[in-house]
């Protein structure tokens, strides 16, 4: 079996399977976790730049929302 991202024999307590790809180095994996940029499961690079504007708009709007005053009842403010 060969490590789905270095593609060198995996063997012994340093190999795992990775769900749905296949056999890899426990090093390996993390390493491609890091570089990633996932967020809980969400490929952010696999975004169109139309779905990051939506996403970042979507962030500013809760931020918005959770800083707000307790007492306001006003609409969330999205900028």
Known sequence: MKCIF?????????????????????????????LKRTFQHLDISAFNDEELIDLKDLVLAEENKRNRDENDSSEVELF
């Open 6 to 34: 270095c593609n060198k024999s995996v063997f012994g307590a340093e190999g795992f399977t990775v769900p749905g790809k296949g056999p890899a180095h426990q090093s390996c994996h993390q390493a491609n976790q890091a």
